[in-house]
């Protein structure tokens, strides 16, 4: 079992960054990729980035690819989103995933262990 708490979210300017964070509780969290998702008001929720167990292999949406950066460190059993040069259609409640599959899933349903998300919002 895997508990997963985001945390750091806010409201920013356009152009501002903003560093997530996903802290999971248990001693198994290098055995999990994690994911990054997000869901708007009135849209579906996407992948935004993901990351193998080791760390070494990160994934983005192309929407997101250049401005944001996926890490974790397993010796903190935390992984990481750095969100830069955010735009207002960053908007969403981020979540992020855990999954015990190997490679990095791009589906929500894929995930086994998710947590209940923070809320992200950018201002133009």
């Known amino acids: 079992q895997v508990q997963l708490v985001e945390s750091g979210g806010g409201l920013v300017q356009a152009g501002d960054s903003l560093r997530l964070s996903c802290a999971a509780s248990?001693?198994?969290?290098?055995?999990?990729?994690i994911g990054w998702f997000r869901q708007a008001p009135g849209k579906e929720r996407e992948f935004v980035a993901g990351?193998?167990?080791?760390?070494?292999?990160?994934y983005y949406a192309d929407s997101v690819k250049g401005r944001f950066t996926i890490s974790r460190d397993n010796a903190k059993n935390t992984a990481y989103l750095q969100m830069n040069s955010l735009k207002p259609e960053d908007t969403a409640v981020y979540s992020c995933?855990?999954?015990?599959?190997?490679?990095?899933?791009?589906?929500?349903?894929?995930?086994?262990?998710w947590g209940q998300g923070t809320q992200v919002t950018v201002s133009s």
């Open positions: 990351i193998d167990r080791s760390g070494s292999v990160p």
């Open positions: 248990g001693r198994t969290f290098s055995t999990y990729a």
């Open positions: 995933a855990a999954t015990g599959r190997l490679g990095i899933p791009r589906i929500w349903g894929q995930y086994n262990y």
